[in-house]
C-alpha cells in the first residue's frame, strides 16, 4: 500500500466484522472497530497501535457522529466505511411485536444510515473512498419463512445502496452492496438470532425453519468467512469495484433462482401488466 488506508467497521467484535478486523490489521491497515461493547473488542482483537476500539450503538445518532470523529482525529482521515452490524430476528410476521419488528429496523436499517450520514461527508471532502453495507442473500431472496423482518431489513439496505451508490459516484466514492450466503460465523447462535417472545404454533413452517437454521445450519454454513472478508480487501483495492457483489456458491444459486421466478411471473401476468397504460 502507498498509504494506510481507514477502515471503519461495525460489529467488529464477531462474525465477518470480527474476522475483516484481525485481517486488516495484520496487513498494515489503520483500522476503527466499533461494538457496544468496548470489553468484547478488546477480548476479541486484542490492542494494536493502528487499531481504534470505540464502544458505539449505532441506533443512536449522536453517538454515531462523536465516533465518527474520533476515528477522524486519531486517523486524520477514514477512506473504507463498512456497515456490517446488524442481527436476525427470527419469527413469522404475525406473531413478532411491533417492538421486535422495530428493533431489527432501528439496528440493521437506520443504523447503518447513522453511519452513512455521518461518514459521507469526509468521503465526499476528500473525493474518494469506499461504503461497503453488508446486506445478505435474504435481502434479494425473502422466501424464508420466519425471516421475513430480517429479508425485509435487507431489502431496505439493498434498496438504500443502490440509490447510494449514484449519491457518491459524482464525488469519487464507490458503494458495494454485499449479497453474503451462509457464512460459518456466529450469526446463527443464540447469542446473535433473536427468537419471537411469543410463538405461534400455528406456523409450523416457521418453526422448521427456525429449528433448521438454529440447529442444522448453523455450523455447517458452506462459505468461509476468511475467505469472505478476503474478497471484500481484493474488493476495495479495485478501480472500479462492484455496485453488487454476490459472496457464496450458495448465494449465486439463489440469486438465479430468483432472476428465473422473475422472469417468468412478469411474461406468464404481462397480459395484465400491459392492460394499464392508456
Request: aromatic share 8%; hydrophobic share 40%; with cysteine.
Amino acid at each position: 500500500m502507498e498509504t494506510k488506508k481507514v477502515w471503519f467497521v461495525t460489529g467488529a467484535s464477531k462474525g465477518l466484522g470480527k474476522t475483516l478486523v484481525i485481517e486488516l490489521l495484520k496487513q498494515g491497515y489503520n483500522v476503527v472497530g466499533t461494538s457496544r461493547s468496548n470489553s468484547s473488542l478488546t477480548d476479541a482483537i486484542g490492542e494494536h497501535e493502528n487499531f481504534l476500539p470505540l464502544e458505539l450503538d449505532i441506533v443512536h445518532d449522536e453517538e454515531v457522529k462523536e465516533a465518527v470523529q474520533k476515528a477522524v482525529d486519531q486517523f486524520g482521515r477514514i477512506d473504507v466505511v463498512v456497515n456490517n452490524a446488524g442481527y436476525s430476528q427470527i419469527g413469522a410476521l404475525e406473531e413478532l411485536s411491533d417492538e421486535e419488528a422495530r428493533t431489527n429496523f432501528d439496528v440493521n436499517v437506520f443504523g447503518s444510515l447513522n453511519v452513512i450520514r455521518h461518514t459521507a461527508p469526509h468521503l465526499r471532502q476528500q473525493q474518494s473512498g469506499h461504503i461497503f453495507n453488508i446486506a445478505s442473500i435474504g435481502g434479494l431472496v425473502g422466501n424464508f419463512p420466519a425471516f421475513g423482518i430480517y429479508c425485509a431489513t435487507k431489502f431496505a439496505v439493498a434498496g438504500f445502496t443502490e440509490a447510494l451508490a449514484v449519491e457518491m459516484k459524482p464525488f469519487g466514492v464507490h458503494t458495494t452492496l454485499v449479497y453474503p450466503g451462509y457464512f460459518r460465523t456466529e450469526f446463527l447462535t443464540a447469542g446473535s438470532a433473536k427468537t419471537p417472545t411469543t410463538p405461534l404454533d400455528a406456523y409450523v413452517s416457521a418453526r422448521e425453519s427456525e429449528a433448521q437454521h438454529l440447529q442444522e445450519i448453523n455450523g455447517n454454513q458452506p462459505n468461509d468467512p476468511q475467505k469472505g472478508i478476503e474478497l471484500l480487501i481484493k474488493v476495495s483495492q479495485l478501480d472500479n469495484p462492484p455496485v453488487h457483489l454476490v459472496m457464496g456458491a450458495d448465494a449465486y444459486e439463489m440469486v438465479q433462482q430468483k432472476i428465473n421466478l422473475l422472469q417468468q411471473e412478469t411474461e406468464k401476468w404481462k397480459e395484465l401488466t400491459f392492460s394499464t397504460g392508456f
